[in-house]
């Protein structure tokens, strides 16, 4: 089946099986791998992608339903010169970072929020990161390095 949507800014035509899901498309077919496999029903955020401007599971979409979207994985967040962007720096500034797993999901859902909202509270920033498992870091670091990037993108700092 034919498939065409938009990818990290560029278009994509793939043909590609209608029963795989956009994880699947985005790992095997793409060569997308920052998304990860944590559970394959939902629950632990680690394949999070941003589509249409909001925070999906892409386990759990078929590929034919990013048919038309805006899709954006971890590999299209960067600063404009392709080195980390600001919130990934402060996942690093704040320890936020551990075995890797999950924090590309976490950086989506970090991301996803500050598309919406650059003044977020802490108890926001935690909602946002509610569909995201972490079993190295905590989750302190986190939404402290997702805090300290609202701040700097709103130039409080």
Known sequence: M???????????????????????????????????????????????????????????????????????????????????????ENFIEYGAVQCGICIPGMVMAGEALLMQNLNPTRSQIRTALAGNLCRCTGYQQIVDAIEATAQGRRGDL
């Open 2 to 88: 034919l498939i065409e949507f938009t990818l990290n800014g560029k278009p994509v035509s793939i043909d590609a099986p209608a029963d795989i899901t956009l994880l699947a498309l985005l790992r095997d077919h793409l060569a997308l791998t920052g998304a990860k496999e944590g559970c394959a029903v939902g629950e632990c955020g680690a394949c999070s992608v941003i589509m249409d401007g909001r925070l999906i599971n892409s386990c759990l979409v078929l590929a034919p339903q990013a048919g038309g979207s805006q899709i954006i994985t971890i590999e299209g967040v960067h600063a404009p010169d392709g080195e980390p962007n600001d919130l990934q």
